[in-house]
């Protein structure tokens, strides 16, 4: 009787109570029994254990990557946003590499301001080269009608082409005034070799600030010394800075002696805070990037006084969008002003022409004190392929990496005729690899680079 009350609340091993047929034999029940149905299934369990450990792993795997993701995704989020505002100015361009309808509209637009700034010239000037702009601009009016109805596929043609009239036009405003004939070495064409450093200096901040921009005053009229040879550190993650030093004549450059320091801005954050290595010091105010911004700021050391003007173009490149690049890019150096014998410059890069090299000339009138923008030209050269440019007799020439110790000049466009000359190979030697920046003084006909906390000078033969 016990052992059939035991085998009653018998499980096998799927769950399920186990019957036992049994019979009576000398008042005792007999039956068989077999165990094997009922012992604990070992083998599944360990499977079922193995594959709960395995669950687990996986699992944990998964909330790791989860965890990693949700971190990351804010960071892919903004690089969305920031890929698609890039790629805004592009979506004129379809499957085939057409234009839409609007940016036809557009080009019309930039041909009839073209029509008649070409107009305003030629009845100033009436001469042969505005006859033929204004014939020019009349067959790509044709052109540009007959796009309208039928054809597209030579729509960049035509762009190319209105670049280049709009450079002529730009010339064209200048030449009757400067670039040619006010100054001797302006007529000798273009740079033909550079000196060795003729000054090798460290920067009296010291190795560690490797980026910046130095020199000595480029205004050529300018007969007061008070502010002679100058430095300006970008002492915040090398690219923002607020203080400018002067020194009074070369030999107290040279010992670090005798300077005076101006502080052009309350903070490294202030509007008109520096962005990048871009200053020039012209007459008796610093010009440079006003902090993240496509403006050119005017410091003056007389009056404290800052005023800034907003760079013409579609989409200017600021805040390390377009800086110089070719072998390391120089962070945050989008906008450079330069100074030479006609003036003052700004060189930059804009989503409007493709990240191509923009020239954008600078005049401060001193009865309004207002720094305007008198005339732009586009260039054809991709300016993160360029380690550095600077203006020379209203040349612009650009610069890239060789090695370690040596520049190379490759490329020169002149504002006075809207030509592009990129046969040029002319070495400029350095004592340190990154080149924060490089302008050229008229003074003197000397080229300034910062060179790594070095302050470097050379001699420029036409």
């Known amino acids: 009787m016990v052992l059939l009350i035991l085998l009653l609340f018998t ?24 165990s094997t149905v009922w012992s604990f299934p070992v083998v599944k369990y360990e499977t079922v254990l193995q594959q709960v450990h395995t669950c687990e792993g996986s699992l944990n795997s998964l909330a790791e990557q989860l965890k990693i993701s949700s971190q990351r995704l804010p960071q892919i989020q903004a ?12 979506k004129y361009l379809h499957n085939q590499g057409l234009y839409s309808a609007l940016f036809l509209r557009l080009l019309g637009q930039q041909l009839s301001q073209l029509e008649t700034d ?26 540009v009608d007959r796009l309208e109805t039928a054809d597209l596929v030579n729509m960049k043609a035509v762009k ?19 670039f040619r004939g006010q100054d001797r070495y302006c007529l000798k064409g273009l740079i033909t070799n550079i000196s060795d450093p003729v000054t090798t200096k460290l920067s009296p901040y010291g190795k560690s600030y490797i980026s910046g921009s130095w020199g000595k005053q480029a205004q050529m009229e300018n007969e007061d010394q008070k502010y002679s040879y100058w430095v300006q550190p970008l002492a915040n993650s090398h690219i923002w800075g607020n203080i400018l030093r002067v020194y009074q004549n070369y030999e107290d450059f040279m010992a670090s002696t005798n300077h005076r320091d101006f502080t052009f801005a309350s903070s490294y954050s202030h509007p008109n805070a520096i962005e990048g290595p871009s ?7 610093l010009y440079y990037n006003c902090f993240r911004s496509a403006d050119v700021c005017r410091y003056d050391l007389e009056t404290n006084e800052v005023k800034r003007v907003t760079l013409p173009g579609t989409g200017v490149g600021f805040n390390n969008k377009f800086p110089y690049c070719y072998y390391d890019c120089r962070l945050n150096s989008d906008i450079d002003v330069e100074a ?30 207002i720094l305007n923008v008198t005339q732009t030209w586009e ?37 006075a005729t809207g030509k592009e000359d990129n046969s040029l190979a002319i070495p400029l ?28 000078a050379y001699q420029a033969y036409f």
């Open 11 to 34: 499980v096998t091993s799927d769950g399920q109570a186990q019957r036992v047929l049994g019979l009576k034999k000398n008042d005792s029940c007999v039956c068989e029994v077999n």
């Open 79 to 90: 690089q969305v946003t920031s890929l698609t505002a890039r790629l805004g100015p592009y």
């Open 118 to 143: 070409v107009g305003v010239v030629h009845s100033q000037l009436n001469n042969a080269q505005t006859k033929k702009l204004s014939k020019e601009v009349v067959k790509l009016r044709t052109h």
């Open 160 to 178: 190319e082409k209105l670049r280049y009239l709009k450079n002529n036009v730009e010339s064209c405003k200048s030449i009757p005034k400067d």
């Open 279 to 285: 200053a020039v010091l012209y007459g008796k105010a």
């Open 340 to 369: 030479d014998e006609t003036g003052l410059w700004a060189l930059y890069a804009t989503l409007g022409n493709h990240g191509n090299l923009v020239i954008s000339r600078l005049v401060w009138d001193g009865e309004t004190k």
């Open 379 to 415: 260039t054809r050269l991709f300016k993160k392929a360029v380690s550095n440019a600077f203006m020379v007799c209203g040349v612009m020439y650009a610069t890239r990496y060789v090695s370690e110790y040596r520049e190379e000049v490759f490329y020169a466009f002149d504002t």
């Open 429 to 456: 030697e350095k004592v340190a690899k990154g080149m924060a920046s490089l302008s050229y003084n008229p003074t003197n006909k000397q080229i300034y680079m910062y060179n790594d906390g070095y302050l470097l």
